[in-house]
């Protein structure tokens, strides 16, 4: 039987497909194929040598036996990447390459921003020239088969599809109802394509775009473009590739291939991501974008396996690896071919495509832009809306509800057509419905949209695109692809490609004149009016226009056909190359005999009769033409399917809303939580203290009361506004006296002397319960009993105390109402008592009532008439004076002031004795003072008053004097005075007594807490001979006139030893503003060193800072976070980078023993080391802003993040990878990251170790500020993995860390070894104000200077705390000394651990010692004049430098200090015995007169004071008669109130005017220094 040959291949082709592959000696006998044994035969081609010539020329195949060919294991198969192919340029045709220019690129700016930006609305082009109705058919009968199969030819050779990264937005403007109801400014979406960052810097290297893939025919889109993909894809067993679970399709991508994984648009309702492992496994990773694409890819994949099977069955010494490369060579080849020779003269209309003539190393095969933006893809115009499905027997197929995911089920079912625009990326669904045997079918017998620029709107506005705007216009996108790759317009290209440019826009088809056109006239007119110039065209709109019914017009089909043959004669590994060792002539032969029909027949259950000939036409009398005529089936439109899904936004933020409020505000909550915590703490600490306090107190006051009757269970009310509170009640020692519970305070005293007669109030109804105290002139106390019984019973016991004081007592019922609202509370009272201050002292002062200090201009009558008939209690009178009611002044004074003897103060008696004060003469105050102690009213004053005056006047500031100092300084002067033999002093003689002081009453007034008493207001009696000022500036001197010119004492202080400033009348004549600038550059010029260095600092600062924001602001502007994120990733990338620095170089300022050593060099003089810990902080609070502004920054860069597409985020963090189908929210970039979940616990340690770290921390919780401050080695360890994330640059906190911390870690070694050596304590004293002094070893190799200080820890104490303290030994002592007040919880633990009473005879515990640390006072003996200044406890500095200058004044050493002042300011001298102790010794040893000492006592009241202005006399005449203080029996001049610094150290100034060098130290450590 006679077969044409074609046929016969393409029949042996078929037959072969089966599980084994082989067919029965039956068939091969049917077709004439030679056996190989009895079971199987094998095609003739594979029989016939490449020498032979297996036919005669006739119709009849005639076939040889030779013997198969052994394996040639040198043959070089086809690579992966394109690389390599040719051979002279290696990377022309790989992938990802750039495309070529056929035309010079047109970029506007030259070099990278996009062309066409005068050209016409992209949305407006496809709207007016590529709307049309569908349902045309092909001129020439094309099928569907062919339009999808050049999808599948563009994505083997063309993928430049993936946008840049980063992300650049080319967005479309929508016009105006282009869309329903869209927002105002919404735009359709567009990225930028990907292009070699190499490129677009300037005009002569403009960017270029890349393609993916290569430009080769090289079964890319089946086995990939690498080999890792490629293997992915293969079963490595018979050379296959591997295989679903589900039949003969692809394995599933359940390892997570890279695969285009966009949202299917006809789910965009659901607003989700499906997974990528739902698609089939194939090299062309957008192969599952539609079904009619997949169908294929499957083929493909069929046709593949097809072959590795064959070559399994006939070379079983074939390894599986030569196997799969063999039916990889001959698809491919296939593959080529079909492309080559059957589908682009079917695309193009040509008769056959030029003849090849053989490799050509010059031709550069790449993809050039044109054919990429522009000519290829003239196929979306051949796109039908849907394709049919058809069986072997003619059936056509329905569609079912699961043919595709249409949201609405009845209107999905019951269509012959699969709509194309409802089955973007949910291929497998209409695939494994019925498999890809009726789509190929339907694809064939079905004939493609005409030829026209008409485009079905599946592309045209309906094609997928992202979440946020789930349907597109793949037309405007063309056009916007062409302006992105900076095409220039259509006539350009024209004229560059030598195929001339058109004058009008009626040339571009000829419109009218051409029959081969199917364009309306009316679509030019369009065009020229949304365009008006023919050379502002878009080349493809322009090239589009020029479609016939032949295809593509002039300049696409140049364009396309140019393309494929450059792809075809520059690939060495084309089938047709003879040279490359791949085919025999023979096979080539064979290869361009085989058709895509030959592939289908054999790769499907479609038989040779299923199926035309030529797939890509259908004509009449092809299979099942006429039925699908008859069904008018050959072609459909639109409006007999399914509508495509409507369009869909997003919010991609949508789901973070809760985790962000959430997760901020945690954070916030944290950080109010750890102050919460904070004061909670401290606030029980100081609880604690109360309550040990308390007990102390409840202790004595138990003993107190033992005797007294007492009543608990009973309640205080106070007011309507003010709940009631639990209080003690005791009855006895002449009073009333109210406690708090557990007689914690006193509350309230009725004192009961010279009283005649109490008012009793009860209450008759509500339980019986109440019961009030009225007393004239106090407030009333009202009481609550828990019954009628208990309140009985107190009253019963209140009648027999009160008349056993013989007090009258009146008793009255009321009702519960009439009782409170009649009753006068505290608060009342305190009212009252207010306006009768101030009422009082305006009057004495001749002040005016200030309206807005009181309510004075609304007094009534009644107010008016309470104030003045208010009287004060000898209580309140006390606590006006802050005094005790006790004290011996209080009680004189009370008695001189009471005229009436009433036992109260009126409100004429009170303005009595201010006007005496405010206006009185020095003679007038004498007399009241006078009378004052005049006890006995005798009209004279004794020794023993006058002595009971000054110990009276030490009462109110715990002052103390020695007996035997106050009988010298009475007799002293009262023999001064004249009367020595005298006892007793009449007023007379107490002028003369007091005469030469009595000039310090001239402005002496009385203390009362609460007077509004305004010193400039005071109006003397008589004239002033100076100023207040002059005054003031020169009592120091005044006091001591007389001890210039005694010599007695050998040691006695002169007048040298006094600095005083004479005050100038010039020098206040400035005004603020000078005196402002004055003060400014005197700080400048006292700390120019310190501001230079902080200067320095903050200029270092602000520069790394700028250094940051410039880079992401100006040379990352482009980049994809900068558009995201704004200037905000500027700011918190500055702000990160000036944190770096700031946590690196804070480690540097807590370098200790570093810092000690560096002090003692000469780089002292350039850095101010001694302002370590000054600028410790400036860096700390300076890294906690700059930390804050990262945070903050951080809020909104997240946010920000978090509103975009899943894709672009995998682009600009491409360490963070993640699967196609999650969107990753905001909780993920913050918890599911390093950087963001580091920055977390970041944010949660820094919150800890600042709010510890405050000074309210320190004072109250020193112990949470200690393990708080400890947690910076976490800190520092989550910084470092904080940028191990590499969210948006590289880590380089190493490049500021490094330095800081290899000096840190080493001065800690250095620490740390001092530390292993515990010292044992040799002595340990419990001094006054709970100060703990302890002397113990001092180990070997210690050298200190004076004035330095240590770090102590005490094990005994159970933990590793190490606390600073100075020492207050010398360097010349064998031991060493500190003392330590009891202020925190470690010190008072340490002050009752050395308590004699808790030691219990045991020896002391010991010490651990770090350091010592130096400090700028330990090199006072540098200087001339060293001026030191210290407050209470913080004078232990100074207690060293003081034995140190003993020392060396003992022991005659040359030093080069002149003068050293010594001041010290502290509540009382008896606080610090040990440092008097000190300062005598140092007296006593200072020959030279080196130290001068002042004390200033801040206990006493101000300088013009009554009572301090009688200490000050009686000091100052003390000094001059011994020589000695009165109150701490030193030489050194005492002071009473605060020190005048400023005048003190202009007067230490102009004293020492040759002097170069000063040294001044503040140490005011303790806050009760007052």
């Known amino acids: 039987m006679l077969y044409n040959r074609d046929l016969v291949i393409i029949l042996c082709i078929g037959l072969l497909w089966n599980p084994t592959y082989a067919v029965t000696q039956d068939i091969c006998n049917k077709y004439q194929f030679q056996c190989v044994n009895e079971q199987d035969c094998i095609p003739w081609m594979w029989k016939c040598d490449g020498n032979e010539d297996c036919s005669d020329g006739s119709d009849e195949i005639k076939c040889s036996h030779p013997e198969p060919k052994q394996e040639n294991f040198n043959t070089e198969y086809p690579g992966y990447d394109g690389w390599y192919n040719n051979p002279t340029n290696p990377n022309w045709g790989a992938a990802d390459m750039p495309l070529r220019r056929l035309v010079p690129p047109a970029y506007s700016d030259g070099s990278y921003k996009p062309s066409g930006h005068n050209r016409a609305s992209p949305l407006e082009l496809s709207e007016a020239i590529m709307k049309g109705e569908t349902g045309h058919r092909s001129f020439l009968n094309r099928t569907v088969l062919m339009t999808f199969f050049g999808q599948q030819v563009v994505e083997e050779i063309l993928d430049a599809q993936r946008p840049g990264c980063p992300p650049e937005y080319f967005n479309i403007p929508l016009p105006e109802g282009h869309i329903p109801n869209a927002p105002k400014d919404f735009q359709m979406p567009f990225l930028r394509t990907r292009y070699d960052m190499n490129t677009g810097y300037s005009p002569n290297s403009p960017r270029q775009q890349l393609n993916e893939v290569t430009p080769y025919l090289d079964g890319g889109l089946i086995y990939g473009t690498s080999k890792a993909w490629a293997d992915a894809l293969r079963e490595f067993h018979g050379g296959r590739l591997s295989r679903s679970h589900r039949g003969n399709y692809p394995h599933e991508n359940d390892i997570g291939l890279p695969m285009a994984n966009p949202p299917p648009p006809a789910e965009a309702h659901n607003h989700t991501l499906r997974n990528a492992e739902r698609f089939f496994k194939l090299g062309n990773p957008r192969g599952n974008e539609n079904p009619f694409l997949l169908t294929f890819g499957i083929l493909l994949f069929r046709y593949h396996n097809y072959w590795a099977d064959y070559f399994a069955a006939r070379q079983p010494g074939w390894n599986d690896e030569k196997i799969y490369n063999e039916a990889r060579k001959w698809t491919i080849a296939i593959y080529q071919n079909i492309v080559l020779y059957e589908w682009l003269p079917a695309f193009l209309n040509l008769q056959e495509t030029p003849s090849y003539s053989g490799y050509n190393q010059h031709v550069h095969p790449g993809i050039s832009h044109v054919f990429q933006s522009a000519a290829m893809r003239f196929g979306h115009t051949l796109v039908p809306p849907g394709v049919i499905r058809r069986t072997t027997q003619c059936e056509y197929i329905k569609t079912t509800v699961h043919s595709s995911y249409h949201p609405n089920k009845d209107a999905k079912s019951g269509h012959h057509g699969i709509r194309t625009c409802n089955s973007y990326w949910n291929p497998q669904v209409t695939i494994l419905e019925h498999d890809i045997e009726p789509i190929l079918l339907g694809m064939a017998s079905q004939i493609t949209e005409r030829e026209d620029n008409i485009i079905t709107e599946d592309l045209r506005g309906m094609v997928f695109g992202p979440l946020e705007f789930s349907r597109r216009d793949l037309m405007a996108l063309n056009i916007q692809r062409g302006r992105d790759h900076g095409l220039p317009d259509y006539n350009t290209i024209r004229d560059y490609l030598g195929l001339g440019r058109k004058e009008s826009f009626e040339d571009i088809n000829n419109v009218g004149n051409n029959s081969k056109s199917a364009i309306d006239k009316n679509i030019i007119r369009r065009l020229k009016n949304i365009s008006g110039n023919i050379d502002n065209i878009d080349v493809w709109v322009g090239g589009l226009l020029e479609t016939t019914s032949d295809g593509p017009g002039e300049l696409f089909h140049h364009v396309i056909l140019d393309q494929f043959l450059r792809i075809r004669d520059g690939d060495r590994f084309w089938f047709e190359n003879i040279n490359n060792g791949l085919f025999t002539r023979h096979n080539i032969t064979t290869i361009r005999n085989t058709f895509l029909k030959d592939v289908v027949v054999a790769a499907t259950d479609i038989t040779n009769d299923d199926i035309q000939y030529d797939v890509f036409h259908y004509n009449k009398g092809d299979p099942c033409y006429d039925v699908g005529e008859a069904m008018d089936l050959l072609i459909i439109n639109s409006t007999s399917m399914e509508e495509c899904t409507k369009i869909h936004t997003f919010d991609y933020f949508t789901g973070s809303e809760i985790a962000y409020l959430v997760s901020f505000g945690a954070i916030l909550l944290w950080i109010f939580a750890c102050v919460l915590l904070l004061i909670i703490l401290s606030k029980a600490t100081r609880w604690w203290k109360m309550k040990e306090q308390k007990r102390r107190a409840v202790q004595q006051s138990m003993e107190h009361i033992s005797n007294i009757l007492t009543y608990t269970g009973v309640k205080e009310w106070r007011g309507f506004d003010a709940p009631c509170i639990s209080v003690i009640v005791a009855l006895g020692a002449k009073a009333i006296t109210v406690y708090g519970k557990d007689f914690n305070e006193k509350r309230h005293v009725i004192n009961l002397n010279n009283t005649k007669k109490l008012s009793f109030y009860i209450t008759v109804d509500q339980g019986c319960r109440y019961f009030r105290v009225k007393m004239e002139k106090e407030y009333d106390l009202v009481l609550m009993f828990s019954s009628r019984v208990s309140r009985q019973k107190f009253i019963g016991d209140m009648e027999g105390f009160l008349g056993s004081l013989k007090i009258m007592i009146k008793t009255k019922e009321l009702t519960h109402d009439m009782m409170l609202f009649g009753s006068i509370t505290k608060q009342q009272r305190q009212k009252t008592l207010e306006r009768f201050f101030r009422t009082a002292f305006a009057h004495a002062l001749s002040q005016d009532l200030d309206p807005s200090d009181m309510d004075t201009v609304c007094w009534s009558a009644e107010i008016a008439q309470e104030v003045l008939g208010c009287r004060l209690t000898k209580q309140e009178f006390a606590e006006a004076l802050s005094m005790q009611p006790k004290s011996l002044f209080v009680e004189q004074m009370f008695e001189v002031v009471d005229k009436e003897n009433f036992g109260t103060i009126s409100f004429r008696d009170l303005l009595d004795m201010l006007i005496i004060f405010a206006k009185g003469s020095p003679e007038d105050k004498l007399r009241l003072m006078f009378d004052v102690y005049d006890i006995g009213r005798t009209g004279t004053l004794s020794r023993e008053e006058f002595k009971a005056m000054l110990k009276s006047m030490l009462e109110g500031m715990s002052g103390t004097i020695e007996q035997d100092s106050v009988e010298e300084l009475i007799d002293s002067m009262f023999e001064k005075a004249g009367f020595k033999e005298k006892d007793n002093l009449n007023f007379r003689n107490f002028l003369k007594l007091m005469g030469e002081h009595k000039k310090h009453f001239d402005r002496v007034y009385i203390g009362v807490a609460g007077g509004n008493y305004r010193e400039e207001k005071v109006i003397p009696a008589y004239p002033a001979t100076k100023g207040g000022s002059l005054r003031r500036a020169e009592t120091l001197i005044r006091a001591y006139k007389q001890i210039e010119g ?121 850095i101010p080391f001694d302002s370590a810990l000054a600028f410790h902080k400036i860096v700390a609070f300076s890294a906690l802003f700059f930390t804050i502004i990262h945070c903050i920054g951080h809020a909104l860069n997240f946010y920000h993040i978090s509103t975009q597409p899943a894709d672009d985020l995998l682009c600009l963090f491409r360490d963070y990878f993640h699967r196609s189908h999650e969107l990753p929210k905001f909780q993920y970039w913050l918890y599911n990251t390093i950087t963001g979940f580091t920055g977390v616990l970041l944010v949660i340690v820094t919150a800890i170790i600042f709010i510890f770290s405050s000074q309210y921390a320190r004072k109250n919780s020193f112990n949470l500020f200690w393990i708080t401050h400890n947690l910076y080695i976490i800190l520092y360890i989550l910084m470092m993995l904080h940028g191990t994330g590499q969210l948006v640059q590289r880590p380089f906190f190493h490049l500021f860390f490094v330095g800081p911390a290899v000096v840190f870690i080493f001065d800690k070694l250095v620490s740390v070894s001092k530390k292993k050596v515990t010292l044992i304590v040799k002595r340990a004293e419990l001094l006054p104000s709970n100060v703990t002094f302890l002397e113990f070893q001092r180990p070997s190799h210690f050298e200190y200077k004076s004035g330095q200080w240590v770090r102590l820890s005490c094990p005994g104490m159970g933990n590793t705390e190490y606390h600073p303290f100075t020492l207050t030994s010398a360097p010349h002592e064998d ?119 002042h004390l200033f006592i801040t206990q006493f009241y101000q300088k013009f004071d009554l009572r301090t202005t009688m200490l000050y006399i009686c000091e100052r005449h003390f000094q001059k008669i011994s020589n000695r203080s009165l109150f701490t029996g030193l030489r050194s001049i005492t002071h009473f109130g605060r020190p005048h610094f400023t005048s003190f150290l202009n007067s230490v100034q102009k004293h020492h005017p040759d002097v170069s060098s000063y040294l001044s130290f503040f140490f005011f450590l303790n806050a009760n220094v007052k």
Request: aromatic share 14%; charged share 25%; with cysteine.
């Open 1046 to 1166: 005694k010599k007695e004492n050998k040691y006695r202080r002169t007048l040298k030893d006094l600095r005083y400033v004479k005050t100038v009348n010039a020098k206040y004549s400035r005004t603020s503003f000078e005196r402002r600038i004055l003060a400014t550059t005197r700080f400048i010029e006292n700390n120019r060193l310190r501001i230079f260095h902080l200067v320095l600092y903050f200029l270092v600062l602000f520069g790394i800072f700028a250094e940051r924001a410039y880079y992401f602001t100006i040379e990352r502007e482009h980049a994809g976070l900068r558009q995201i994120a704004g200037y905000g990733v500027s700011i918190t990338r500055g702000a990160a980078s000036a944190m770096l620095f700031t946590f690196s170089i804070i480690l540097l300022t807590m370098c200790r023993n570093l810092l000690t050593k560096l002090r003692q060099t000469f780089l002292n003089r350039f």
């Open 1375 to 1493: 031991t060493l000394t500190v003392h330590v007040r009891a202020v925190g919880p470690w010190t008072t633990k340490l002050y009752h651990l050395f308590d004699p009473i808790n030691l219990k005879g045991l020896s002391y515990p010991k010490i651990c010692l770090d350091g010592p640390f130096g400090e700028g006072h330990q090199d006072w003996y540098q200087f001339d004049v060293a001026v030191l200044i210290g407050g209470g406890i913080g004078v232990t500095p100074y207690a060293s430098i003081l034995k140190d200058i003993i020392s060396k004044t003992n022991s005659n050493s040359r030093i080069s200090c002149k003068k050293v002042y010594f001041i010290w300011v502290t509540r009382t001298q008896k606080h610090f015995e040990w440092l008097t102790d000190i300062i005598r010794e140092v007296e006593d040893n200072d020959k030279t007169g080196l130290v001068c000492v």
